[in-house]
């Protein structure tokens, strides 16, 4: 059994509800549907997050916050940590306008702070954050991000952090190099830090020179260009949205790299343990920004320390894995100009409205569609407790609730989402519901939902789920993602096998999940489940198929009916199961059935007919889009439409 490489996860609050039950204190105030805002005053101002249950035991901890502090007033961010007890608060960090400081401080039983590292004596299961600003009446500090990274350092390196997951074949963002050692001043061998962090801005079209981001960097108690802390937040500065995370694997981080984000990355490596790098001694510490990876999968590297000559360079795999994931636990920092791009469901399902609804009557009119766990959604406002957001899984084509990428757009609960950039699934839940626990609490997790995750022995996987979550699942009740290629008769099989688990379950108008389905939610998931992803809707799904003669449907077609008198207006579709018998989740009996055409239409259509008419309703026969591309169809951030 190949060894779990997760040793890190990151706890990212970084959208509006992620802040909404933070307890105030002084002039502190968090908007509805906005960002926390501390207040200077006489006695100051304070927020104090909820005690936040760890996804794994840990003895590290990198906390970093992005915060515009104005008016003179300093912010300082802490942290306490559940071990037998509730430690004293660590304090990590002070920013204030342009800059700010590691916070000096002896070391406690509990652990210490080396600068921007709180390193414990012993294992904490959970922590908590506080923030106090101190200063003047006109003191004002606007919080915009915090993002907790948590490390178990005695877990060991495992050769899978070198695997790029499904990735494959050259990759390589265009961006033009920075060399820190040909910048004017004294101390530019000390900065890759921030110049890789410079360098990463611009990529993101925020340009800033190198020195103004390492003199914003600059940790004004120690002396150095490297506070992990106050380079993200210096970054911040910019415009953009910055953190310090640990990526566990090369897959991990290439998901992000594929969103246009280049990563600044921290390395240690000894003499002759890197070949190529212009570090011939080795390095204690060093920063690169990863651009990419060529065809071999070997990092593609913008490299800040190169006096002289070509400035991007190719590390070999092994030994940047072992530079990196080894020795440095995959440290580095995420810049963006959004966080959003990040969103997803953090709930095992979430429904999706087409206003905002409040009670039960409202929920079973206004239902459009639901969203399971890890499901990419797109946040376009907050306001009162939702979130408009785009489904960016479910195409939708046709309608009138069509998002701005051409996805299902609607309303659902704010506190259903999390930023989280997550691996590239790797295994999806094939049973109608899969039993996983986290934290103590056990969750239902729909067929259908998606997830990175590695063995964890006992025919268990470790799950990662949105919101820095980890959580153990039986393996049985999941298939590998993408599937491999089956057979078309095959893969026809495991479709209608897929959604015969729904049979008898009552039919859910809006419903795409085990909690119980609509006929296109059932087509959808059964599909979803193999790999094979289609839009949310009958109407959407009859315009991507092609129309197939009714002698030569084949189990596992679709069937399509329209509403009495209007042929081209699609509202229901159906499974072929061969044999004349069909599959559906239905308005007629109110639940999943499986029956003969003749006892729902009343008679069969010619054998020679690509759609017939019953009853005032026309019926279209189809195939499957390309079933026997699953292996290239299969999507890692999104469907194909």
């Avoid at 936040?52 to 515009?68: E, G, K």
């Amino acid at each position: 059994m190949t060894k779990d490489p997760t040793r890190s996860r990151t706890v990212l609050f970084a959208l509006p509800p992620d802040f909404a039950d933070w307890r105030k204190a002084g002039r502190a105030s968090i908007p509805a549907g906005g960002f926390p805002v501390l207040r200077g005053g006489s006695s100051g101002s304070a927020l104090v997050s909820p005690v936040v249950s760890a996804p794994l035991p840990f003895d590290q901890l990198i906390l970093s916050v992005n915060a515009a502090v104005k008016g003179g007033g300093a912010l300082r961010a802490e942290v306490s940590v559940l071990q037998k007890g509730w430690s004293p608060w660590f304090a990590m960090a002070e920013l204030r306008g342009a800059g700010g400081s590691s916070v000096p401080s002896k070391p406690l039983p509990q652990g210490e702070v080396g600068q921007d590292l709180l390193k414990l004596a012993r294992k904490a299961s959970s922590f908590r954050l506080r923030l106090l600003l101190s200063g003047t009446a006109g003191a004002r500090a606007e919080i915009e991000l915090a993002a907790v990274c948590l490390t178990d350092s005695s877990l060991p390196y495992s050769a899978a952090a070198a695997d790029r997951g499904p990735y494959a074949g050259a990759f390589s963002l265009k961006i033009r190099p920075v060399s820190q050692m040909r910048l004017p001043h004294p101390r530019c061998k000390d900065m890759c830090s921030p110049v890789s962090a410079s360098m990463a801005l611009s990529a993101i079209g925020l340009p800033t020179e190198p020195l103004r981001q390492a003199a914003a960097a600059l940790d004004g108690a120690a002396g150095i260009y490297g506070n992990w802390t106050l380079n993200a937040r210096a970054a911040s500065l910019r415009g953009a949205a910055a953190w310090y995370t640990r990526f566990n694997t090369f897959a991990e981080a290439e998901a992000v790299l594929r969103r246009g984000l280049p990563l600044a990355v921290s390395l240690t490596f000894g003499p002759g343990e890197l070949r190529g790098s212009p570090l011939k001694k080795g390095t204690r510490g060093h920063f690169v920004l990863l651009k990419g990876f060529d065809a071999r999968g070997n990092p593609v590297c913008n490299e800040p320390a190169v006096k002289t000559g070509r400035a991007e360079r190719i590390y070999r795999r092994e030994e940047f894995a072992r530079a990196w994931f080894r020795n440095k636990y995959g440290a580095a920092y995420i810049i963006v100009r959004d966080p959003g791009v990040f969103t997803a469901v953090g709930d095992p399902v979430a429904s999706l409205y087409s206003a905002p609804a409040g009670t039960a009557e409202r929920k079973r009119k206004l239902i459009e569609s639901q969203l399971l766990m890890n499901e990419s959604a797109a946040p376009l406002k907050f306001a009162r407790g939702w979130a408009r957001v785009e489904a960016l899984e479910q195409p939708h084509k046709s309608g009138s609730h069509r998002g701005p990428s051409g996805c299902y757009a609607g309303f659902l609960r704010s506190d259903a989402l999390r930023a989280d950039p997550l691996p590239p699934p790797n295994y999806c839940v094939a049973s109608k519901s899969a039993a996983a626990e986290y934290g103590g609490k056990k969750l239902a997790i729909s067929a259908g939902t998606r997830f990175y995750a590695a063995p964890a022995g006992k025919g268990r996987l470790r799950a990662w789920l949105a919101g820095g979550r980890l959580a153990l699942a039986k393996r049985s009740d999941c298939v590998p993602f993408p599937p491999a290629v089956k057979s078309e008769a095959a893969l026809r099989r495991s479709i209608l096998s897929a959604a015969r688990q729904f049979l008898g379950d009552d039919y859910f108008w809006g419903g795409r999940s085990h909690h119980g389905p609509d006929c296109s939610g059932l087509v959808g998931l059964a599909c979803r489940v193999n790999g094979l992803d289609l839009p949310r809707n009958a109407d959407d799904q009859w315009r991507l198929s092609p129309p197939r003669r009714w002698k030569d449907l084949l189990p596992g077609d679709l069937i399509f009916s329209s509403a009495p008198g209007r042929p081209r207006d699609i509202d229901h579709v159906m499974f072929y199961t061969g044999g004349g018998r069909l599959l559906e989740a239905t308005r007629e009996s109110g639940d999943v059935r499986e029956i003969p055409f003749e006892k729902k239409f009343g008679a069969r259509p010619p054998g020679g007919v690509v759609k017939s008419v019953f009853g005032g309703k026309t019926v279209y026969f189809a195939g499957l889009s390309d079933p026997r591309g699953i292996g290239v169809r299969a999507s890692r951030k999104g469907p194909a439409s």
